[in-house]
């Protein structure tokens, strides 16, 4: 049993912080970097007090914890289904009881940066005799801990075979002709919805960390350091749309287009992942940001996200090492802050032109030797 134990251990929970080491050090940038040492113990005392206090605070918790247990569900699933972990169908030999007592092992250490963090807020909340929530929270955590253990169990014991797909039906069809620019686009809307949800929600706590919440103690220099984190944690829409163009778009190569237009369409493509963060900050131009600063914080966003589509195209840009790039960038540019936000612009914009004209080329002789 403890050999058993183990042996998922190193497959599951060791593989899955590997593969999300850059993840966590987003997170860890987010919630502990950005903050004055001194401030640390007060801002997440803070936060877990809104979770418990606020309506909103609980949904964007609730929403963000939801996010990490399917991406820890979407790991788990997809290891299960590679060829070289078929001998873990032998697991079917254990009864119920233990298999489930395994994956609840697996699932409480995949779990377990939303159980501290929710348990310190729990423990707040008993503290100040907020019992309600501290319940509804209790609850919520123990029943996506359960549906993750059955669905753990369903796959494995081969019930189901096919991924795991959030679908939303429309009520209504789309009507009008998309041109080709904005494919990329729709193919997140429609097969990376889920993502691109959770990082709107994580762009909505952001705007309003800074704009409601502290509205009176406004900074422009915090502000763009947030922003960036904030367009550095799109460089998985990035990446997506990347594969997307490449792969299921691999025929517009032979298409006589310029590298220029090619460029233009990641622009475009930038703009319109930003799109939503870009209608917040209008709505706070005049009142707290001057249209300029808006324009220019907006400009490094995009820039920051032409400069990742364009290393995507350097030879062997693999996704976690995509991800230490993305990393490298956003230090890059904080450091760089100080020094005027136009440099930051200018600098990403001509790193990005001068590594994807450079290696648009080159990367199609790669692939097409591979």
């Known amino acids: 049993m403890l050999g058993i134990a183990a042996l998922?251990?190193?497959?599951?929970?060791?593989q899955f912080y590997k593969e999300n080491g850059g993840f966590f050090m987003f997170i860890f940038l987010v919630m502990f970097a950005i903050v004055d040492p001194g401030q640390v113990v007060i801002y997440h005392a803070g936060l877990m007090q809104l979770i418990l206090s606020s309506v909103i605070g609980m949904a964007l918790g609730m929403a963000a914890w939801l996010f990490y247990a399917y991406k820890c569900l979407a790991f788990v699933h997809r290891n299960l289904e590679k060829e070289e972990n078929s001998f873990l169908i032998n697991l079917q030999a254990f009864s119920v009881k233990r298999q489930l007592l395994l994956l609840f092992g697996c699932q409480f250490i995949l779990y377990l940066p939303v159980?501290?963090?929710a348990g310190f807020t729990i423990g707040i909340g008993l503290r100040t005799g907020q019992l309600n929530s501290v319940a509804i929270l209790v609850v919520y955590l123990i029943l996506i801990t359960i549906a993750a253990i059955y669905l753990y169990y369903r796959k494995l014991n081969s019930y189901h075979t096919a991924s795991i797909n959030f679908t939303i039906k429309l009520p209504f069809r789309i009507g009008f002709v998309k041109p080709a620019v904005v494919y990329p686009v729709f193919?997140?809307?429609?097969?990376?919805?889920l993502a691109w949800l959770a990082l709107k929600v994580f762009s909505f706590f952001i705007f309003y960390l800074v704009f409601i919440l502290h509205e009176g103690n406004f900074s422009l220099a915090y502000f763009r350091l947030l922003f960036l984190i904030v367009t550095i944690t799109h460089s998985m829409v990035v990446y997506f749309s990347f594969e997307f163009t490449e792969k299921q778009l691999a025929f517009t190569r032979n298409l006589p287009i310029a590298r220029t237009n090619r460029f233009l369409s990641y622009l475009l493509t930038s703009v319109l992942i930003l799109f939503p963060e870009f209608c917040w900050m209008i709505s706070y131009t005049g009142s707290i940001l001057s249209l300029p600063d808006m324009l220019l914080t907006f400009s490094a966003g995009i820039g920051q996200l032409l400069l990742l589509a364009s290393v995507l195209y350097l030879p062997g840009m693999q996704q976690q090492r995509f991800t230490w790039v993305a990393?490298?960038?956003?230090?890059?540019?904080?450091?760089l802050l100080p020094s005027g936000i136009s440099i930051i612009i200018l600098s990403e914009l001509l790193l990005a032109l001068l590594i994807f004209y450079r290696s648009y080329y080159r990367f199609e002789l790669n692939t097409s030797g591979s």
Not at 8 to 14: D, G
Not at 187 to 193: G, H, M, T
């Open 115 to 117: 159980l501290i963090y």
């Open 327 to 335: 990393c490298f960038v956003y230090f890059a540019s904080a450091i």
């Open 8 to 14: 998922l251990y190193r497959l599951l929970v060791v």
């Open 187 to 193: 193919y997140i809307l429609y097969e990376r919805k």
